[in-house]
C-alpha cells in the first residue's frame, strides 16, 4: 500500500481521491484565510420528516455507513459509524430544505461563548 502523508492528511491507495482532494483544498483554503477552529464534520442520512401541523416539523437524522472501501460513505463512516439527531424546525424558509433519503454533510464547531 502506497501511503502519502501531507501535513495531517494521509492519503493511501485506499481513498476516494476526488474526496481527499476536496478535503485537502478546503483545509488550505482555511489556513490562508486563517479560519482554522477545531470542528468536526459527519455525513448524516434523514430518515424520517414529520409535520405535525402546527408550524414545526421534526427531523430524524442517521449517520450514513458504508462498508465498501474507498468511497467517501465509507470515509465518513469510518470516523462517525454510528450517530441519530433529531430536530424540531420551526423557520419557514428552513423547514423544506431537509428532504427525507437525501445525505447531508454536517459540520460541527465550537461556539463562542457569549451571555
Do not use: H
Amino acid at each position: 500500500m502506497k501511503t502519502l502523508f501531507y501535513g495531517q492528511w494521509q492519503i493511501d491507495n485506499n481513498i476516494d481521491v476526488e474526496f481527499a482532494e476536496k478535503e485537502l483544498l478546503r483545509y488550505i483554503a482555511c489556513v490562508r484565510n486563517r479560519q482554522i477552529k477545531k470542528q468536526m464534520r459527519a455525513k448524516f442520512i434523514v430518515q424520517q420528516v414529520t409535520d405535525f401541523g402546527y408550524g414545526s416539523k421534526e427531523v430524524k437524522m442517521n449517520a450514513v455507513y458504508s462498508a465498501t472501501r474507498g468511497t467517501e460513505d465509507n470515509q465518513f463512516s469510518s470516523a462517525t459509524p454510528s450517530g441519530e439527531l433529531r430536530m424540531m424546525i420551526s423557520a419557514k424558509g428552513a423547514q423544506d430544505f431537509l428532504k427525507p433519503g437525501v445525505k447531508y454533510i454536517l459540520t460541527f464547531e465550537e461556539a463562542e461563548f457569549q451571555e
